[in-house]
């Protein structure tokens, strides 16, 4: 049984109804960088947390922990905390029948730093989405454009063509052609 604890990835801690330790495991002490000896059976909660402050963790993070563990007494729950060298730890905490609960305590660190990573590339695949759809806009509206700039310079082309060989006389036939194009 003790093997089983001593071995797992995640920290333990087990604590009665009345808030006080029966079990952790060495990985507990590990995640928190507390000394062998910080935590003894039977220590309640603010103990606890008062070991936790000398081993130099934000005592208002403290705070915010005690804060969730009161409010979510007896319920499933999870709190994730930022150490101040800067790894995450993901606390969960499940009620056991008596009224106390076990927590698991693990390192969530990379796990965090891969949701970072791929959420910056999901923002940067859609900027890139955006950025095609903006180009295949301006290349359809340069082609609507250009349609009837051609049509235009043609139109344009004719009628000084028409006006250069007809002279003062092709004005006349100039406003005839383009009235029977318009209707």
Request: charged share 20%.
């Amino acid at each position: 049984y003790s093997i089983a604890v001593d071995n797992m990835a995640q920290g333990l801690s087990l604590f009665d109804s009345a808030g006080r330790l029966l079990l952790f495991n060495q990985r507990y002490l590990d995640l928190y960088g507390l000394p062998a000896d910080a935590l003894k059976l039977g220590m309640r909660t603010f103990e606890i947390v008062r070991q936790l402050q000398q081993a130099g963790h934000d005592p208002h993070l403290l705070e915010s922990y005690q804060a969730f563990a009161l409010k979510n007494a007896g319920t499933h729950s999870a709190f994730e905390v930022e150490l101040p060298d800067g790894r995450t730890i993901l606390i969960t905490r499940e009620p056991i029948q008596g009224g106390g609960w076990v927590m698991t305590h693990e390192e969530i660190t990379e796990r965090k730093r891969a949701e970072f990573e791929l959420a910056a590339q999901r923002n940067e695949l859609a900027h890139l989405a955006r950025v095609a759809m903006l180009g295949e806009l301006s290349g359809s509206l340069a082609h609507e454009l250009n349609q009837p700039i051609a049509i235009m310079s043609l139109v344009a082309e004719n009628v000084s063509r028409i006006l250069t060989t007809k002279g003062a006389g092709g004005i006349d036939f100039a406003i005839q052609r383009m009235t029977r194009i318009s209707d």
